[in-house]
């Protein structure tokens, strides 16, 4: 009999830093997507994935059963910061 996946790794992340958190630990995802420990940190403090990984964080999340990971909800997260940052330019 397969085991149950944790339910840490069930249903879709709402955020980068919480995709990232799926791991166990920045080290963990780095190994994972081909990236050194300082730019996952990176990625999970900015919430922002640089796109040369995405193939990586896909496959990846497939592997451990992370529903939802796709291209398409990369680009929404990305897509997301970047008007949140252009809401904070016109803030100030």
Same mark, same amino acid.
């Given at each position: 009999?397969?085991?149950?996946?944790?339910?840490?790794?069930?249903?879709?992340?709402?955020?980068?830093?919480?995709?990232?958190? @799926?791991?166990?630990? %920045?080290?963990?995802?780095?190994?994972?997507?081909?990236? &050194?420990?300082? *730019? $996952?940190? +990176?990625?999970?403090?900015?919430?922002?994935?640089?796109?040369?990984?995405?193939?990586?964080?896909?496959?990846?999340? @497939?592997?451990?059963? %992370?529903?939802?990971?796709?291209?398409?909800?990369?680009? &929404?997260?990305? *897509? $997301?910061? +970047?008007?949140?940052?252009?809401?904070?330019?016109?803030?100030?």
């Amino acid at each position: 009999m397969i085991p149950a996946q944790p339910t840490s790794i069930q249903g879709l992340p709402t955020s980068i830093s919480g995709l990232i958190d @799926r791991w166990g630990s %920045i080290g963990a995802f780095a190994a994972d997507v081909g990236c &050194g420990y300082e *730019a $996952a940190r +990176q990625m999970r403090r900015r919430g922002r994935i640089a796109p040369q990984h995405w193939p990586h964080v896909v496959a990846a999340s @497939r592997r451990l059963g %992370i529903a939802g990971v796709s291209y398409e909800w990369l680009a &929404g997260r990305a *897509a $997301a910061m +970047q008007r949140a940052g252009a809401m904070q330019g016109e803030a100030a």
